[in-house]
């Protein structure tokens, strides 16, 4: 979907500034449409939805092997068919580039 699911994360102990909603709005454009900018707070979030309670399962495993690989964690709501993914960078209390390339990696899973 675009060169973010190529980029490695770098590690965020705070110190940097979160991304503008200006700069955080040209990320979300590489990423699939289904990913929301929150009007509420600094989150990017995209609900998957699936047949059954094993294709959630399989789709929560895949996605946190990539968030295991990147170190940056998403927070999830998991249930029988369906998984809500939200990206917050905690220790700059906004969004920072790395919320936007696991994203992008997520973009690459395969649904059914």
């Not at 590690?11 to 500034?17: H, I, L, N, Q, T």
């Not at 699939?32 to 399962?57: C, I, K, N, Q």
């Amino acid at each position: 979907m675009s060169e973010l699911n190529e980029r490695k994360c770098k590690p965020c102990e705070g110190g940097v500034a979160p991304l503008t909603r200006e700069a955080a709005e040209a990320l979300a454009r590489k990423l699939s449409h289904e990913w929301v900018l929150s009007t509420a707070g600094p989150y990017l979030r995209r609900e998957f939805r699936f047949r059954d309670f094993y294709r959630t399962m399989s789709f929560v495993n895949a996605l946190a092997h990539i968030a295991n690989i990147e170190d940056h964690h998403p927070d999830l709501e998991i249930g029988y068919n369906y998984c809500r993914v939200q990206y917050t960078t905690h220790a700059i209390k906004g969004l920072s580039e790395n919320d936007f390339i696991c994203a992008a990696k997520i973009d690459r899973i395969p649904l059914s």
